[in-house]
């Protein structure tokens, strides 16, 4: 039996939504939700004289899939994960990361270059860290924000691990409501990448009591 034009069309058309990768025929047809997007800011920027240290490259931070996303989490429990459903990131919680670190390293003045990729074949020192927390969770006394982070610098001449450490942030919201968790996240992440903006320099030979 032949279709009509307009359903043989309509048919065909829910047919193709089905078979896009990683998306099923409902959602291609409804479409995502619209969400605002958010970016998070560096610390303050810290001046440390001129270049003395050549290239460092900040790798894109490692993390569990459940964070390897744009969505903003928040943990009711420590066995439960959900999404703000209004809000995400700009990026990825990676991706993220990583562009604070090479904004506010960069801003420092101490290498020749901060990126994200070597400019040859591979850079003088590397930043490669793994993120444990960037999320919001219910706690007794209320919604905290937790950012945890461990990291290691690497020497690329030397092959070897210079020096490795742990950084924390717990900043409290007012409420789980995005207008109160963004500025939340945001004052998190300014004492997380400063902190590790400190140690960084320390590692690479660079006395933060010199920087201004």
């Not at 009711?76 to 390293?105: F, I, K, M, N």
């Not at 461990?150 to 210079?162: I, K, L």
């Amino acid at each position: 039996m032949r279709l009509p034009p307009t359903r043989l069309i309509r048919a065909l058309a829910v047919a193709a939504m089905a078979a896009l990768p990683g998306c099923g025929a409902l959602s291609a047809l409804q479409g995502e939700p619209e969400r605002d997007l958010f970016e998070l800011r560096p610390p303050a920027a810290l001046t440390c004289g001129p270049a003395r240290i050549g290239e460092l490259v900040v790798e894109p931070p490692k993390t569990r899939g459940t964070l390897d996303s744009n969505r903003i989490m928040i943990r009711p429990s420590v066995l439960q994960t959900q999404y703000l459903p209004d809000a995400e990131w700009g990026d990825t919680v990676p991706l993220t990361l990583q562009r604070l670190l090479v904004e506010s390293l960069g801003a420092t003045g101490s290498f020749r270059h901060v990126g994200r990729a070597p400019l040859g074949l591979s850079g003088d020192y590397a930043l490669i860290s793994d993120i444990r927390d960037f999320n919001a969770e219910m706690a007794d006394g209320g919604v905290v924000i937790r950012l945890t982070v461990d990291a290691q610098m690497v020497s690329e001449m030397e092959a070897n691990v210079v020096s490795r450490a742990s950084f924390s942030a717990t900043v409290p919201a007012a409420s789980t409501r995005t207008a109160d968790l963004i500025p939340a996240f945001d004052a998190g992440a300014r004492q997380l990448v400063g902190q590790m903006r400190g140690w960084a320099l320390t590692a690479s030979g660079v006395a933060p009591s010199s920087c201004r």
